[in-house]
């Protein structure tokens, strides 16, 4: 059985910094690529970043391009996301997701088929 | 990025009810298009992908039709485990984008 589970989310302050982790199991890992994606409070869904399976190839959306830096441990099979500069409008519950496929390539851009059950980050003074 | 609405935003429908949700992409998607489903408090889960291939375990009762622009999610005979939120997704254009979700209550 796929298994994700995040671990790392909590209180920061504006401008703070929080790793995320995502534990993944019940597949190859590095056989697909992963996304981060988040909710904020009684919002929808918003892509935050992707990684290919390698790890060679990372995707990262507008909003937090230069501040969210995701990266992946295959040996591990673990998923990171290193969030610098946070703001308010980071606030939300951050989701892993497995891709169906190993990559990105022009034209597939992510389709999530198996999802962990998120981790709440709250940016606040 | 190409923008994702969903329509109705929300609908109210009895048990037994035949119910079916719109998705429209600003540009086309070709069939580069999925569907999930969230209760409260719990992680999205995959239902249907490009356009209308059912995902492992999901039940018949549900199913997906659309190419290019135009997208539906019908549920044939809904049931109380079905009441929740529903999103779309476009896979095809980069970024990856959702919709504003559709929220389907007991009436």
């Known amino acids: 059985e796929v298994q994700l589970l995040e671990s790392g989310g909590g209180l920061v302050q504006p401008g703070g910094s929080l790793r995320l982790s995502c534990a993944a199991s019940g597949f190859t890992f590095s056989n697909n690529a992963m996304s981060w994606v988040r909710q904020a409070p009684g919002k929808g869904l918003e892509w935050v970043s992707g990684i290919s399976g390698s790890g060679r190839n990372t995707y990262y959306a507008d909003s937090v391009k230069g501040r969210f830096t995701i990266s992946r441990d295959n040996s591990k099979n673990t998923l990171y996301l290193q969030m610098n500069s946070l703001k308010a409008e980071d606030t939300a519950v951050y989701y892993c997701?497995?891709?169906?496929?190993?990559?990105?390539?022009?034209?597939?851009?992510?389709?999530?088929?198996?999802w962990g059950q998120g981790t709440l980050v709250t940016v606040s003074s | 990025d190409i923008q994702m609405t969903q329509s109705p935003s929300s609908l109210s429908a009895s048990v037994g009810d035949r119910v079916t949700i719109t998705c429209r992409a600003s540009q086309g998607v070709s069939n580069y298009l999925a569907w999930f489903q969230q209760k409260p408090g719990k992680a999205p889960k995959s239902l249907i992908y490009?356009?209308?291939t059912l995902q492992n375990g999901v039940p018949s009762k549900f199913s997906g039709s659309g190419s290019g622009t135009d997208f539906t999610l019908t549920i044939s005979s809904v049931q109380p485990e079905d009441f929740a939120t529903y999103y779309c997704q476009q896979y095809n254009s980069y970024p990856p984008t959702f919709g504003p979700g559709t929220k389907v209550d007991i009436k």
């Open positions: 490009a356009a209308s």
């Open positions: 997701a497995r891709d169906l496929n190993v990559d990105f390539w022009s034209g597939y851009y992510g389709f999530f088929d198996c």
